[in-house]
């Protein structure tokens, strides 16, 4: 994995400060359970863990239809209810939203040959048996939807080139158009077609909207009658002759969460929606105008956890990657399930309580390029996850110049230490990969054929327990 210039602070020495102990995050573990591995070109765009915290998980397959799985056992999902793209009308669903025992689906192909933009409420009150509450869609727009999200009785979807769409769904048995509105599609004009509405997510009134290459938007939405877009933001530190595509937001307090593909994510500080501003770009790929192609990873769907405290941010090619937002003007790199040039690709991400699922697709009868990345591997992946917390009991009166260099490596691990130490040197599922004494100044330690990713090297002395982190390329 390609670190950037604003993402290279991924070295750590977890210690509180000289007056006090305390406990720091030193890595999220990721253990795989299962990968439900679909047929042959069948994609997931995003799968949902059940938020009523019953044992099942959604899963919207596109052309494979939506699929809901039994996760009593999570190491063996088993499939229990599906409803193929005809029981929508022929619409393919793409996104999911759960609000109690109702279900939004938003429905309609947008890559490829595109269909109608829709919605589909279904009521889940039984898992298992999921029942179609009613349906909406619209041959005025044509370019299918991405995304819904609901709020005080109104839906809105991303109906892709024609912006969003506001259905009132009070009754989830009888959906009905309110409005759309579609944001000035000339801004920031870094690229030569129209943007597309892609996330979404709430500040109180106020609806920020990833708008692809539109760049970031907040729309004012106190009237759902009338949407008024109120600010617009792009990064200001944008690389030259880069296209923009903001894929996916999600809001924590008063700081915006937004992905921006091949280009990372940002922490866009929102407590003024009419004036937002940077706080933080996370570049791991080192984006430039010539890489989109082929790029170790492509951030899509985001999505806070551990109390606002993570974020894990899908990594298409590098699948997740797992940050602590504690300080939004830093974020650290904790975590992951990082395999880039596999041709395996997540696409989704969804964390509920100690679970998370990736969502994978599948574009192997697609001519690369024009892809960025090419995948095979379509179906859904769940994991288990649990935060590594250490208590460092630092001595004042010493200075403690640990180090490893060089950070990213691409060999061995050269440590700089006082005195002697017992390291454990972990991958990012929390494996042991190399356990000794070492002794200071230097130590060296040379890994056996490391995979590209993050790793964790811990060191114990009788003073308390630090933990470095390094990149392997």
């Keep these: 994995m390609r670190i950037g210039p604003l993402a290279s602070v991924v070295l750590v020495v977890a210690m509180p400060g000289p007056a006090a102990h305390g406990q720091a995050i030193d890595t999220v573990l990721l253990t795989e359970q299962a990968f439900v591995h679909h047929p042959f070109v069948y994609s997931t765009f995003a799968a949902l863990i059940d938020r009523s915290d019953r044992p099942f998980l959604y899963a919207a397959g596109v052309e494979h239809g939506l699929r809901t799985y039994d996760i009593s056992d999570p190491a063996a999902p088993v499939e229990v209810d599906v409803l193929w793209p005809p029981a929508f009308g022929g619409l393919k669903p793409t996104n999911i939203h759960q609000d109690g ?144 595509a903001y894929n996916n937001v999600r809001v924590v307090g008063d700081v915006c969460y937004v992905t921006t593909d091949f280009c990372g994510f940002e922490a866009v500080d929102i407590r003024n929606a009419t004036a937002m501003q940077q706080l933080a770009w996370v570049n791991p790929w080192n984006c430039n105008g010539g890489s989109w192609f082929g790029s170790d990873g492509h951030a899509n769907e985001l999505i806070p956890a551990a109390g606002d405290s993570l974020l894990f941010v899908n990594g298409g090619d590098s699948e997740v990657l797992v940050y602590d937002i504690t300080e939004p003007v830093t974020p650290l790199l904790v975590g992951g399930f990082i395999h880039p040039n596999d041709s395996s690709v997540a696409w989704g991400v969804d964390v509920h309580d100690s679970l998370m699922v990736l969502s994978y697709i599948d574009n192997s009868l697609v001519f690369w390029p024009p ?39 691409q060999g061995p691990l050269n440590i700089a230490l006082e005195g002697v130490a017992q390291a454990v040197v972990r991958d990012h599922l929390g494996r042991v990969l190399w356990q000794g004494r070492v002794q200071g100044p230097r130590a060296r330690i040379d890994l056996p054929r490391p995979a590209p990713g993050s790793y964790l090297v811990e060191l114990i002395t009788p003073q308390g327990r630090n933990v470095l982190r390094t990149v392997v390329q």
């Design 371 to 409: 892809q960025p990345y090419y995948a095979d591997d379509g179906g859904i992946q769940l994991f288990t996850w649990t935060v590594d917390r250490s208590t460092a009991f630092p001595d004042p009166g010493r200075d403690r110049s640990w180090q490893v260099w060089p950070n990213p490596t």
């Design 101 to 244: 025992d109702l279900l939004y689906v938003s429905l309609g192909g947008f890559q490829g040959v595109t269909q109608a933009a829709g919605l589909a409420v279904l009521d889940i009150a039984d898992p298992a048996n999921a029942a179609v509450l009613d349906q909406w869609d619209s041959a005025a727009f044509t370019s299918g939807s991405a995304i819904v999200r609901v709020r005080n009785g109104f839906a809105y979807l991303g109906a892709m080139r024609e912006g969003l769409v506001v259905l009132d769904v009070n009754d989830p048995a009888d959906i009905r158009f309110v409005s759309s509105f579609q944001p000035d599609t000339t801004w920031p004009g870094l690229v030569n077609y129209p943007p597309n509405a892609r996330g979404m997510d709430f500040k109180g009134d106020t609806l920020l909207l990833a708008y692809d290459a539109g760049a970031l938007r907040a729309i004012a939405i106190d009237d759902p009658t009338d949407l008024v877009e109120v600010d617009r933001y792009l990064n200001p530190l944008q690389p030259a002759a880069t296209p923009c």
